[in-house]
T-cell receptor
Framework: EAGVAQSPRYKIIEKRQSVAFWCNPI?????LYWYQQILGQGPKLLIQ????????DSQLPKDRFSAERLKGVDSTLKIQPAKLEDSAVYLC???????????????FGPGTRLTVL | DQQVKQNSPSLSVQEGRISILNCDYT??????FLWYKKYPAEGPTFLIS?????DKNEDGRFTVFLNKSAKHLSLHIVPSQPGDSAVYFC?????????????FGQGTTLQVKP
């Protein structure tokens, strides 16, 4: 079974530029998550999709971050314009259902490391 | 507002000995707890979990203990192996909603020395 795929793996941009990340979840997984992991911290949920609908985006900085999951499969996360504090690893995860827990494990991709100069 | 805290940034143990990783939380609405393991340049992988109605869950060398009154959980690895060297994240599910949102701790870097 193929895992969660993410691209690119690394990205370096200057502040005020735009950047986009792509995620392909595990086939059949209805729920997709985007996390931000700043160095020295744990992952923080940015947005959660159930199929192509948003379930939780309470921690997404909507003035500069946007995400979409067209057709309920792949997803893109965009930052426009980027700030220095956006430097982090952006992790995508997917799960079969919505609630975390037994039989609904979240599977993570390798992440995209973003450096904003 | 750090609702899940792992106060030890790092831990070093000898191969064959016990590793104990600790995690504290503040929100009484958390109803499910998980441990994830992360190797460099990889995403976190699920290790073990425990429901708030239990106080212990065991899976091979890994055991998680939950003390609800103290809002504390711990992960025990016995015996520790060099391949266990990784960053370990504690996570808690917010049971007050229906999203299953996970809140992660800062992580503890475990080094198991041969």
């Amino acid at each position: 079974e193929a895992g969660v795929a993410q691209s690119p793996r690394y990205k370096i941009i200057e502040k005020r530029q735009s950047v986009a990340f792509w995620c392909n979840p595990i086939s059949g997984h209805a729920t997709l998550y985007w996390y931000q992991q700043i160095l020295g911290q744990g992952p923080k949920l940015l947005i959660q999709f159930q199929n192509n609908g948003v379930v939780d985006d309470s921690q997404l900085p909507k003035d500069r971050f946007s995400a979409e999951r067209l057709k309920g499969v792949d997803s893109t996360l965009k930052i426009q314009p980027a700030k220095l504090e956006d430097s982090a690893v952006y992790l995508c995860a997917s799960s079969l259902g919505t609630l975390a827990g037994a039989n609904n494990e979240q599977f993570f991709g390798p992440g995209t490391r973003l450096t904003v100069l | 507002d750090q609702q899940v805290k792992q106060n030890s940034p790092s831990l070093s143990v000898q191969e064959g000995r016990i590793s104990i990783l600790n995690c504290d939380y503040t929100n009484s609405m958390f109803d499910y707890f998980l441990w994830y393991k992360k190797y460099p340049a990889e995403g976190p992988t699920f290790l073990i979990s425990i429901s708030s109605i239990k106080d212990k869950n065991e899976d091979g060398r890994f055991t998680v203990f939950l003390n609800k009154s103290a809002k504390h959980l711990s992960l025990h690895i016995v015996p520790s192996q060099p391949g266990d060297s990784a960053v370990y994240f504690c996570a808690a599910r917010d049971g007050s909603g229906n999203t299953g949102k996970l809140i992660f701790g800062q992580g503890t870097t475990l080094q198991v020395k041969p």
